[in-house]
């Protein structure tokens, strides 16, 4: 008898089971909202995001698409709170069902908060927000680098201001300000700027967009826009949003605007302001000098100085005195010295004199040179002699003398040791009177061709 009862249920496949499941399933739960906080986050290559959503008692596993994905208003993280909307499904080869997300937002403005308040006490701690960081906002810079939409209001108002107060060069680095793209998307237009070089690299930067809520503002809440804002050469200007908006990037930027208009406004001066300023300065300083041209003229004057020819008149009349006396003054220089050369008395009996007195000066150095000279020569022969016997005490040649022996290798090296004679084939021996070659006891006789033998040098010790 068999152990089973014969029924008229059909049977079903494994595969047909699943398949049965996963209609019922995505049938009955087609639309669903689910609360929950995320776990485990993965975002794949492919731009695909994997998480948990969990409570204190369940999991979910949940599927968001990249195109979902890039349209998420901020970056999702463990531990954020949020509220997903999709649609149940099943993966069979795993039995599991799973949430495939199409949209996902934070549980409310408080989870996003939270989370801010902790990236800013993390970012602050390590120094970011340190005011000592803070680089000034040049005065009259000659090109502006605008980070933002270039599509918004923003980029029309900053331009336009601009070219009211100071027109200069102003270069767009096009981003999206808001979504999943926005954080990289600002973050390459900060170092993008601060990598070029040459007469087109900005002096300022503005990092601008409209007002918004916390989530549409997210970007700029993102870590790596912050810390692309605090490595940057340039200084910065951020303009995110309106006066009561508050973002990361306002911390750590040089500079925070309330709007983009005012930063536009920070970044360049007012041109008309500035003619009016340097007019002013010119007849200011047009009249400083005319009145202190007038007070030194005042104060020459009240010296009571004497006219210039009076001045020159004592001078004149010294060198009128002077241009007299000259010729006379000339004639006694010129009688003087003739007067002097005539007492010389120069004759040739006088100059052969003097050549005979010094020839007899030479004669008299010469005779005394040559004892000298042959004095010095017997000291300097005696010092060598002296150093020759030393140099002939101290050589080894002097020590082999009194019976001792020196011993190289066929290369020339001494050999210090009988170790290491012994592991030679054959060395040579130094004596006073000759070298000879040598060959260790017990050694076998090497036949290297004998060299040619000294005269007076013996045969082989053994």
């Known amino acids: 008898m068999s152990d089973s009862s014969p029924t008229n249920q059909a049977e079903l496949t494994v595969s047909e089971l699943a398949a049965s499941l996963k209609r019922t399933i995505e049938t009955n739960y087609d639309h669903v909202v689910v609360r929950g906080e995320l776990g485990r986050v993965t975002l794949a290559k492919s731009g695909h995001m994997y998480a948990d959503l969990k409570d204190d008692k369940a999991v979910l596993n949940t599927i968001m698409w990249r195109g979902q994905v890039e349209r998420l208003p901020f970056r999702p993280e463990e531990g954020l709170e949020v509220i997903a909307t999709g649609r149940l499904s099943t993966y069979e080869g795993r039995s599991a069902y799973q949430l495939i997300a199409s949209s996902m937002r ?20 390590e120094g970011l927000f340190d005011p000592k960081h803070k680089k000034p906002i040049p005065y009259m810079p000659r090109v502006i680098g605008v980070v933002t939409s270039p599509t918004g209001a923003v980029i029309r108002d900053i331009l336009h201001r601009i070219r009211e107060r100071f027109p200069v060069r102003v270069i767009v680095w096009p981003a999206l300000v808001q979504g999943e793209q926005a954080a990289a998307q600002v973050t390459a237009g900060i170092r993008g700027f601060n990598a070029m070089t040459g007469a087109d690299r900005p002096d300022v930067l503005i990092v601008a967009r409209g007002g918004g809520s916390i989530e549409d503002l997210w970007p700029f809440n993102e870590e790596i826009v912050v810390r692309a804002a605090f490595d940057s050469e340039i200084p910065l200007i951020s303009a995110v949003g309106h006066e009561t908006d508050t973002t990361l990037i ?9 709007t983009p208009t005012g930063a536009a406004e920070m970044a360049v001066p007012v041109r008309m302001e500035l003619l009016l300023s340097t007019g002013e300065s010119g007849e200011r300083l047009k009249r400083a000098l005319t009145r202190a041209l007038a007070r030194s003229r005042d104060k020459l004057a009240a010296a009571r100085l004497p006219r210039p020819e009076m001045l020159l008149q004592p001078v004149r009349q010294r060198l009128d005195f002077a241009s007299a006396n000259l010729p006379k003054a000339a004639l006694a220089l010129t009688q003087k010295a003739r007067l002097k050369l005539s007492r010389l008395q120069l004759s040739p009996a006088m100059l052969k004199s003097e050549i005979r007195q010094g020839r007899q000066r030479l004669r008299d150095v010469a005779v005394r040179a040559r004892p000298a000279l042959m004095r010095l020569l017997e000291k300097r022969n005696a010092a060598l002699n002296t150093e ?19 011993v190289r290798d066929t290369e020339g090296r001494l050999i210090r040791s009988a170790d290491i004679a012994s592991g030679t084939d054959q060395f040579k021996v130094s004596f006073a009177d000759g070298d000879i070659t040598a060959q ?23």
């Open 440 to 462: 260790p006891l017990g050694a076998e006789p090497s036949k290297p061709k004998p060299p040619p033998r000294k005269p007076g040098q013996q045969g082989s010790l053994f």
């Open 250 to 258: 306002d911390y750590v930027s040089d500079r925070r605007a309330p």
């Open 106 to 125: 934070p549980a409310g403005a408080g989870a996003l908060m939270q989370l801010l308040e902790e990236r800013k006490k993390k970012l602050a701690a």
């Open 388 to 406: 020759a016997k030393m140099l002939e005490t101290l050589s080894y040649q002097a020590t082999l003398k009194r019976g001792y022996t020196i």
